[in-house]
């Protein structure tokens, strides 16, 4: 059966609506979706469809929490509290044990650090949550490649390492400065910590349901335990992480961790955008021009990513999201989520955008869902037009 499209458009964002509602008729399984786009600070975007989910609904986001978290971060270097030249082991002296002390705050945020994980010891869905044990476990290892000559996805980590450079520099966590100073003052439905007044909204992340052919390609694709890309999945442990069960298990989104436990919806996800790049609600951006062109620059060039496997499209913190979706302008900033959600910012056109799953999408090799492209490139039509 067709699913449902409700919400609204504004006038000259009719197509935006009818691709949505092609993308959820295409669907093989509900999928649980929503749709929000900003334009120059006005929110002209706001479409859900499927079963169980409205346009309130919360839900994990998954890695879009590493674009919340390091707004923060461009929010301290663009005041000065931090600097991406100095090496992390300056402002957190135990991080630079064992090889690691001349790695930058920088090559952090790129993910060139070669400590993906816990190769010694498995992280418990429990500890993943909590940044602070992470953190420290993570100070005292040693790196999988040599800091700073290489590449690979920090999935599970990089927002508990950037996030204890904030914590040693201000003496307050990431998670606290993103709701004092971004969530909170604007109204967004996006948490890095769910408020149990606000668990009433939740609903469980759903399990992509495979094909026979889809099962054999992802048991070929399985990543071997003893792997980089195993130990960046903690698949290395008794139990290997499910995914699944991380986004749904009540302390993540209790506690927010800052790589892959944001709570919230696309209003929410599009809405920080926005704040980041235009004037909201009589607000000023939150970072200026510079500041969004030195985060959302492209930092990854020369050989694939180590744990992934795929092509260059990290930033400073974020995904140098036209390396994925090249039709983007080149300034466009933002991050994927395990689900197929995608969310960024594209200054030079005033874009705010927000795409959120419910349920886990085939992986499609760049991280979102491939209904990304259409949607995305729908929106840009839209805006060119009036």
């Known amino acids: 059966m067709p699913i449902d499209v409700h919400g609204t458009v504004a006038e000259g964002f009719e197509g935006v609506r009818e691709e949505f509602a092609a993308v959820l008729d295409e669907e093989r399984d509900d999928p649980g979706a929503q749709l929000v786009v900003y334009r120059h600070g006005r929110r002209v975007v706001d479409l859900w469809g499927g079963d169980g989910i409205d346009g309130d609904s919360l839900t994990n986001l998954y890695s879009i929490a590493k674009g919340a978290a390091h707004l923060v971060v461009a929010l301290l270097v663009q005041e000065g509290v931090l600097d991406l030249d100095v090496e992390v082991a300056a402002y957190w002296p135990e991080f630079g044990a064992r090889g690691k002390d001349r790695l930058t705050l920088g090559e952090l945020l790129e993910h060139r650090a070669g400590l993906v994980g816990d190769a010694e010891r498995p992280f418990t869905i429990e500890e993943l949550a909590d940044d602070r044990i992470t953190a420290a476990r993570l100070a005292g290892r040693r790196p999988l490649w040599a800091p700073g000559t290489a590449w690979g996805y920090h999935a599970f980590v990089i927002g508990a390492l950037t996030g204890e450079v904030v914590r040693r520099v201000t003496g307050r966590s990431i998670q606290e400065l993103y709701e ?3 969530r909170a003052p604007y109204g967004l439905d996006y948490y890095l910590g769910l408020p149990a007044a606000e668990e009433p909204r939740w609903v469980d992340v759903q399990p992509l349901v495979p094909t026979p052919e889809e099962a054999v390609l992802l048991k070929e694709r399985a990543a071997a335990p003893d792997s980089i890309r195993g130990i960046a ?51 000023p951006p939150l970072l200026t021009p510079a500041t969004a062109a030195l985060f959302g620059a492209l930092r990854t060039p020369g050989g694939p990513d180590l744990v ?29 989520g395990a689900t197929g959600s995608l969310s960024f910012a594209d200054p030079a056109n005033g874009i705010a955008y927000a795409y959120t799953r419910r349920r886990f999408a085939f992986p499609s090799g760049v991280g979102a869902a491939l209904e990304n492209g259409r949607l995305a490139q729908s929106v840009l039509r839209a805006a060119a037009a009036l």
Do not use: K
């Not at 992934?308 to 390396?323: K, L, M, N, V, Y």
């Not at 994925?324 to 080149?330: G, W």
């Open 180 to 182: 004092e100073r971004i």
């Open 233 to 283: 999945f903690n698949a290395h442990a008794a139990e290997p992480t499910d995914i699944v069960a991380f986004g749904n298990h009540p302390r993540v989104r209790a506690l927010g961790p800052a790589s892959s436990g944001g709570v919230g919806n696309a209003r929410g996800a599009a809405g920080m955008y926005a704040a980041a790049i235009s004037t909201v609600d009589g607000r």
């Open 308 to 336: 992934t496997g795929s092509a260059d499209h990290f930033a400073r913190g974020f995904e140098h999201t036209p390396a994925l979706y090249p039709f983007l302008d080149a300034g466009t900033f933002g991050h994927s």
